[in-house]
């Protein structure tokens, strides 16, 4: 029987906890034509099954570069930093990335949604500008995700990339498909990351597509719902 919650296999601070949920655990977004009440509800029995503390911080993601201070929640913004016990921070996906960072003394922590536009234009880098922590001093979970494999995409997108990150990135993380490209998204994450300067990197190596009976995908079902990869601070 498929699990609900997973954590993700990632050495984490005593003080900080990680989950990302799973289609079985039901759509967690109040934006895709959902019964609210339904929402509500399973993300009540979210905090209660992971003991958190204080209500998880949900995100108004639009693919923007914006990113919020916990606990003040900019609308719309797509990513959001905490230092405070107690904090919950979660982003909401169905073949995005969501991206985690904790610094490795467990006192900062963010949540970042990033689709290619998202990415493209430096959600992550901003995220990490953010945050007081030295890059060298955090360490970054990249989630469920659509994988190369799954991801086809056209000049735009590539074009997106070359502009952002370079020759370099783009020749190792596009492959050609005919007239299209195959884009590496979780792989263009761990490069970026990299040129930021964050060494601890953790891939989840879950394709969101390949595995739609596991996880929501809006390539394959757009009318689909949300799942939530979600950190805390426990103290």
């Known amino acids: 029987m498929p699990k609900r919650i ?25 934006h895709v034509n ?34 919020s201070t916990w606990p003040v929640i900019q609308t719309p913004s797509d990513g959001i930093i905490a230092d405070q016990p107690g904090a919950a921070c979660a982003v909401l996906t169905a073949d995005c990335l969501p991206l985690l960072l904790c610094s490795r003394d467990g006192q900062q922590i963010a949540a970042v949604h990033a689709g290619w536009r998202g990415l493209a234009s430096g959600i992550l880098s901003r995220a ?8 060298a001093q955090l360490m970054l979970w990249i989630g469920p995700a659509i994988c190369q494999n799954c991801f086809q995409v056209g000049d ?33 994450a761990e490069h970026q990351a990299r040129v930021l300067g964050i060494a601890s990197i953790t891939q989840s190596g879950l394709c969101t597509s390949c595995r739609s009976d596991q996880f929501y995908s809006y390539r394959r079902h757009k009318d689909c719902g949300r799942f939530a990869s979600i950190i805390w601070r426990k103290s």
């Open 156 to 188: 735009d997108v590539r074009d997106s990339f070359l502009t952002a990150l370079g020759d370099v990135a783009v020749n190792r993380h596009f492959s050609a498909d005919q007239d299209r490209w195959r884009a590496d998204l979780p792989g263009l």
């Open 34 to 67: 959902d019964d609210p009440a339904g929402v509500v509800l399973r993300r009540r029995r979210l905090i209660r099954e992971l003991a958190i503390a204080r209500p998880v911080a949900y995100l108004a993601q639009q693919h923007t570069r914006i990113v």
């Open 128 to 135: 990490v500008a953010q945050m007081p922590t030295s890059p």
């Open 6 to 30: 997973l954590q993700p296999d990632w050495a984490l601070p005593d003080n900080v906890g990680a989950a990302f949920t799973t289609r079985q655990f039901g759509n967690v977004a109040a």
